[in-house]
Nanobody, 125 residues
Framework: VQLQASGGGLVQDGRSLKLSCAVR????????IAWFRQAPGKGRDFVAG????????DYPESVKGRFTISRNGPKNMVYLQMNSLKPEDTAVYYC????????WGVGSEHIFSSWGQGTLVTVSS
């Protein structure tokens, strides 16, 4: 599959932003789609995941209650709604996909085989 992330930008502390990920090339019923982020000088961290078939979602504690992953099935789109943004949320955000993913979540970036190009989110204080 091919993924394209969009929607990044500059926002103020406490505001909201919604990222989009267009997924092309396959039916997604066997896929898990996830969002990761990478801050300058740091590794790539899991921020949200969605199993397409079950609808099960997962988030790390750092974003739980602030970020929401969702999908539009007919359009093969995945979204990341980010509320109450903080300066520490500043990063390049990537969407990624894995077929037949198991044990996805925090620390799972190595199992995702398809990645979008990333979109920069900057939160100013």
């Amino acid at each position: 599959v091919q993924l394209q992330a969009s929607g990044g930008g500059l926002v103020q502390d406490g505001r909201s932003l919604k990222l989009s990920c267009a997924v092309r090339g396959s039916a997604l019923s066997d896929y898990t789609i996830a969002w990761f982020r990478q801050a300058p000088g740091k590794g790539r961290d899991f921020v949200a995941g969605l199993n397409w078939a079950s609808g099960i979602t997962d988030y790390p504690e750092s974003v739980k209650g602030r970020f929401t992953i969702s999908r539009n099935g007919p359009k093969n789109m995945v979204y990341l709604q980010m509320n109450s943004l903080k300066p520490e949320d500043t990063a390049v955000y990537y969407c990624a996909a894995r077929i037949f993913a198991r044990c996805w979540g925090v620390g799972s970036e190595h199992i995702f085989s398809s990645w979008g190009q990333g979109t920069l989110v900057t939160v100013s204080s």
